[in-house]
């Protein structure tokens, strides 16, 4: 089992989960994060630190952010590792809120 990191994360990229991340799981991308399901462990830790709900437990991922578990599997294999929580961007607020941007997310 692992976690998955959906659409809300795009252009927020809070990096609140990595801090928690006894396993260090996850790879930064440009404007999201997501979770290397081969190096997860299922412990949950992460999901209440992330301020915009964007990550899941792989059985409970929403229907319409399924494809989600394929774009963490498949970009985990070539972001680099984040093991630090860094500074937000600039304009995370002003995402946080925002639905349907898919389109957005830079690989």
């Known amino acids: 089992m692992t976690h998955i990191v959906t659409e809300a994360c795009i252009k ?5 989960c990595v ?7 996850f790879r930064a991308g440009p404007n999201f994060l997501v979770i290397d399901p081969d190096e997860c462990i299922d412990c ?6 992330c301020p915009v709900e964007a990550i899941y437990a792989e059985e409970d991922v929403p229907e319409n952010q399924q494809d989600f578990v394929e774009i963490n599997a498949e970009l985990s294999k070539i ?5 630090r ?3 937000k961007a600039e304009d995370a607020d002003k995402w946080a809120d925002v639905t349907e941007k898919k389109e957005l997310l830079e690989r």
């Open 85 to 87: 929580a860094e500074e």
């Open 12 to 16: 927020c990229r809070y990096t609140d």
């Open 19 to 25: 801090d928690v991340c006894p396993v260090d799981c």
């Open 79 to 83: 972001w680099p590792g984040i093991t």
């Open 44 to 49: 949950a830790v992460c999901i209440p630190e």
